[in-house]
């Protein structure tokens, strides 16, 4: 069974378990599908690969973050407490990020096979970390670690 399809088989489940909160994430994520599809000239109703279903779901979650960032400032801790709700039913379909010292030694080793020393070659090695890490990495982290080696 493919993601997507488990992903909308998920719809009926927290229906019966009248999970509000599951269903309306559940059902955005659906709703998002389609319209990934629709994007890339397919119809509705064609099922997204993995890997399109992950791009979908890591968007969401950094919507999401961003959301609960944007309450936490503006002292909106009943919104923020909601989109962290949300955000940790997201999370259940993400693979498992790496942490901050898996990143750097992946990316201690990619700037000396490069042979990068130069601080203005940070693009540079930031895009070859992302072909690596994409999917296993959050993007502001690898960002944050490159920042370090320099």
Known sequence: ????????????TAMM???TVRLNVIRGLVTAFMNEAV??????QDM???????VVITRTAKQ??????QFTK??????ADEDCAQLKILEEFLPAMMG?????????????ELGITDPTKK???????????????DGDLVKKVVDSLF
């Open 64 to 69: 999401r973050r961003d959301a609960i960032e």
């Open 123 to 137: 693009g540079m090695l930031i895009a070859e970390a992302m072909k690596i890490l994409k999917g296993k990495a």
């Open 1 to 12: 069974m493919s993601l997507h399809e488990q992903i909308k088989s998920e719809i009926k």
């Open 74 to 79: 503006g002292n909106r801790s009943d919104l």
């Open 17 to 19: 378990a009248r999970d």
């Open 100 to 112: 901050e010292d898996e990143v750097r030694k992946i990316l201690e080793d990619k700037k000396q």
């Open 39 to 44: 994007a890339t000239g397919r119809t509705p």
């Open 48 to 54: 997204l690969t993995d890997d399109e279903v992950l």
